[in-house]
């Protein structure tokens, strides 16, 4: 196996809870207002450190999206989804950008994001309804 490479990013670091690997900077956050199975997740216009897994359709809140996977580079977890394709074209402004699930991250200070395990209502993407 091959040497592995990873970008070392600098300021406001989200990185991989289980192996600390910088995903993404706090200023490529697009929103804060997305949902996952977990809780919260965040909308990012660039992620680093990461491989893309197989395109798939899913039937998300906001209607139909081609996704991907993507997983931590270094362990291997997964980390949230990408957005290949909007079919509507309200939605065409995810196209290219990440989402990130909070519960899989450390954020910049420092802190995890727990997972309550009350029912949430609504959102604006959820990738198993």
């Known amino acids: 196996m091959g040497r592995l490479f990873q970008v070392t990013l600098e300021g ?3 990185s ?18 997305f949902q996952c199975k977990h809780g ?3 909308l990012f216009g660039k992620v680093v450190n990461v491989t893309v897994g ?14 991907a996977d993507i997983f931590c580079v270094k362990c291997g977890s997964i980390v949230g989804w990408t957005y ?23 954020g910049p200070d420092g802190t995890n994001y727990w997972v309550s395990h009350e029912p949430h209502i609504g959102g604006s993407d959820q990738d198993d309804v």
């Open 84 to 106: 290949e394709t909007a079919h509507d074209k309200n939605q065409k402004y995810k196209e290219g950008k990440s989402v990130l699930e909070r519960f899989k991250l450390d």
């Open 40 to 42: 919260k997740a965040y």
């Open 54 to 67: 197989v395109k798939e359709d899913r039937l998300m809140m906001t209607g139909l999206h081609t996704v």
């Open 12 to 14: 406001k670091i989200y």
């Open 16 to 33: 991989c809870k289980y192996c600390k690997t910088h995903l993404a900077l706090s200023d490529d956050i697009v929103s804060k207002a």
